[in-house]
């Protein structure tokens, strides 16, 4: 599906599989779908976690993390026992159990708020934007000025972050129609 959206904005994308092919890359985008441990477990099977560091690190490329790919950025999950990516100070956790008219997952179209000036989202329409998620877990941001924007869910939570040229979102821009496509290619042109 990111494949295709890239596609239509008129760009170009690849599987990465390797090292090489990864470091050949102008810029990442790690989507996930599924659960942290086994979003990590692929990564280090492949040899892939200090790659992605040298990429967001030392070449400072841009990244974005996608759904799980965001939280895969973070330390860890509640999730699972095993470490995170550690670009973006936080952890995923889980949607409070204890609210019964809460359903998790979150799952279906809701708007975000802007809260902060970055590449890939529109701050002068801070409120209104929509986008489609599916999860049951939202990064815990342990450094506010990662924040972007946030969203509800029976909580406040970060449904998009920024640190330097890492970027997450807790949503599926590739099933987010027009809003989903400027995102694309904001992110296309960073």
Known sequence: SIANMIARRGGRSALVRDEKSLMAADKLILPGVGSFKNGMDVLVRNGLVDP??????????????????????????????????????????HF???????????????????????????????????????????VECYDETDIVSKSEHGISFVSALQRENIYGVQFHPEKSHKYGMALIKQFSEV
């Open 52 to 93: 992605l560091k040298e990429f967001a690190y030392q070449s400072k490329r841009p990244l974005l993390g996608i759904c799980l790919g965001m939280q895969m950025l973070t330390f860890g999950s509640e999730e699972g026992e095993g470490l995170g990516l550690g670009f973006i100070e936080g952890k995923a956790k």
């Open 96 to 138: 409070p159990r204890n609210d019964i008219d809460l359903k998790v997952p979150h799952m279906g179209w809701n708007t975000i708020t802007v809260t902060k000036e970055n590449p890939l989202l529109n701050i002068s329409q801070p409120q209104d934007q929509r986008f489609y998620f599916a999860h049951s877990f939202f």
